[in-house]
């Protein structure tokens, strides 16, 4: 059973471009989570998002990101007009069941750079 | 939101039993107790949750007072494959489903 996947691992942009980040979550599971963590820091929660559908955004920046889940492929974290500050590691997770005792699983992260 | 309290770094040698106390003096009747871990360049990984009382898996045992205000994550007979951060988290009711990571514990493991 495949755990959850992120693409790229690593990605490169220059201040200005768009950034998008993609995630598939483990089978089964319709919740997925994204996450920020800085270096020498913890994770950040981003948003949360069920199928089609934002359920908490509320750790997004209000302008420049957005994402989405829909109902066939994988969720997208997207990043208008990146900057120098959006450098981090952004980190997708996934959950069978949205209930606040169920696991998270998380992928492997995707390293963003913005040069 | 209930806060957390971890020591920054912990140093341990092979073959030890490590404790990891974590603080949670704000802790709400129907939050959980959760540790993940968590290796370079890589996600974090679910090592185990509890509500009270003790909770043993494969991996560790997670002990926690009957006052809820701190838990003690132990890793029996650690290896050089432990040395990661561990964070512990616990939940606020009203803040949905996040995860609320604090700055995590460094364990190094020593040979």
């Known amino acids: 059973n495949a755990g959850v996947m992120q693409n790229p691992r690593h990605l490169v942009r220059r201040r200005g471009q768009e950034a998008r980040l993609r995630c598939s979550p483990m089978?089964?599971?319709?919740?997925v989570y994204w996450y920020r963590q800085l270096p020498e820091e913890g994770l950040k929660f981003m948003v949360y998002?069920?199928?089609?559908?934002?359920?908490?955004e509320s750790g997004m920046p209000k302008e420049r990101f957005s994402a989405e889940f829909p109902k066939e492929g994988p969720s997208i974290l997207r990043i208008q007009q990146v900057v120098r500050g959006d450098s981090a590691a952004y980190f997708c997770?996934?959950?069978?069941?949205?209930?606040?005792?169920?696991?998270?699983?998380f992928g492997p992260g995707t390293r963003l750079t913005v040069l | 939101l209930a806060k957390t309290t971890q020591p920054i770094s912990m140093d341990s040698y092979e073959g030890q039993e490590v404790n990891i106390t974590c603080s949670h003096n704000?802790?709400?009747?129907?939050?959980?107790i959760t540790w993940y871990q968590q290796f370079p360049s890589q996600g974090p990984r679910f090592i185990i949750q509890?509500?009270?009382t003790k909770v043993t898996n494969e991996v560790a045992s997670l002990f926690i007072p009957a006052d809820r205000k701190s838990s003690t994550l132990s890793l029996p007979r650690v290896s050089l494959s432990d040395t990661a951060v561990y964070y512990c988290?616990?939940?606020?009711?009203?803040?949905?489903?996040?995860?609320?990571f604090g700055g995590g514990t460094r364990l190094m493991v020593k040979p």
């Open positions: 997770a996934s959950s069978l069941a949205g209930v606040r005792t169920d696991t998270q699983y």
């Open positions: 089978k089964g599971h319709s919740h």
């Open positions: 998002l069920q199928k089609e559908n934002i359920i908490d």
């Open positions: 704000n802790i709400a009747t129907n939050d959980y």
């Open positions: 509890g509500y009270k």
């Open positions: 988290l616990v939940g606020d009711g009203n803040a949905g489903n996040m995860l609320t």
